[in-house]
């Protein structure tokens, strides 16, 4: 069986088991045949813990059976809910299962374009695996090129692009965009990560990729027209609370360090968002959108 074929079913046993909640393996099993998942075939009780298996190893989702009802169940569905490395797979294999069912009308389907530097993922994987240096060619916009090798500590993905996160010879924590390298070699050289690191808390403080020495901030937005309910179903970080709301706006505080990253995406919903608190920020922000209006004039 080709891999897609079987991480489909994965994807089906997950999907079901969260639609449903609760469902004996003879209830599975009626749902996969009439799906035809498997081509009509049924789901035998070794291939759907085989699978079960192999879902846990793979996304980290838990599947239980319940002794009395003998009703399996996912004990752990927030794993496919928070961030983790395991729901973007989740997601990424859903999508490209429903997208390979759905060939014949592939013309319909609209999609963002991936920038260059792909070819260098499977190198930088490797040596994070193994915790080996890469020498690494590197090129900013409208800057001469130049090589480091650096350590590598973590990889990013951020509005389709990928990034890596380093440790330059500098000692200094360094952010890489993919699109920007021009070679990306594995090096005999290995290196320790610190104990305890972990790329999750390091962003933690951030919006996005930059991650400087903005100092940490209460901020308040106020929210006009289709905004609220645009940050209830899609919050910009993980800070955001819901303050107060009335019927024409809702305010909400969010406690990060506002880079340009995060300002960046203040401004990108301008016309509904309205910076409150910090005063800093709120004319920063100002002066931002008075700049821009100069060009217009």
């Excluded at 319909?108 to 040596?127: D, K, Q, S």
Aim: glycine content about 4%.
């Amino acid at each position: 069986m080709k891999p897609a074929q079987i991480f489909h079913q994965y994807i089906w046993i997950i999907n079901t088991l969260k639609a449903y909640r609760k469902l004996t393996l003879e209830e599975i099993s009626r749902k996969w045949q009439e799906d035809e998942v498997a081509d009509g075939n049924p789901l035998s009780r070794s291939s759907f813990n085989r699978h079960r298996d192999a879902i846990l190893s793979m996304f980290g989702v838990v599947i239980e059976c319940e002794p009395r009802s003998y009703k399996y169940y996912i004990c752990n569905p927030e794993v496919v809910n928070d961030d983790s490395i395991e729901r973007w797979l989740f997601s990424t294999l859903t999508v490209h299962g429903v997208l390979a069912d759905s060939a014949a009308v592939k013309e319909r389907f609209v999609l963002e374009n991936v920038p260059a530097g792909l070819e260098y993922l499977e190198t930088i994987i490797t040596a994070i695996k193994t915790d080996r240096r890469i020498r690494l060619g590197y090129r900013k916009f409208g800057k001469e090129g130049y090589v480091k090798t650096v350590c590598p500590y973590a990889l990013k993905l951020f509005h389709q692009r990928w990034y890596l996160l380093a440790r330059n010879d500098e000692d200094q924590m360094r952010i890489y965009a993919f699109d920007r390298m021009t070679m990306a070699e594995m090096t005999s050289e290995t290196f320790e990560m610190p104990d305890g690191f972990s790329p999750q808390t390091y962003f933690s403080e951030y919006f996005g990729v930059l991650a400087d020495e903005t100092p940490m901030a209460h901020v308040v937005v106020r929210a006009h027209k289709w905004m609220p309910n645009y940050l209830r179903t899609l919050p910009l970080h993980h800070s955001q609370r819901e303050l107060a709301s009335t019927e024409h706006y809702t305010d909400f505080s969010y406690d990060i360090r506002p880079t340009s990253d995060f300002i960046g995406e203040l401004l990108r919903h301008a016309d509904g968002i309205e910076v409150l608190e910090p005063l800093e920020l709120r004319q920063k922000v100002e002066h931002l959108l008075n700049e821009m209006l100069k060009r217009y004039h």
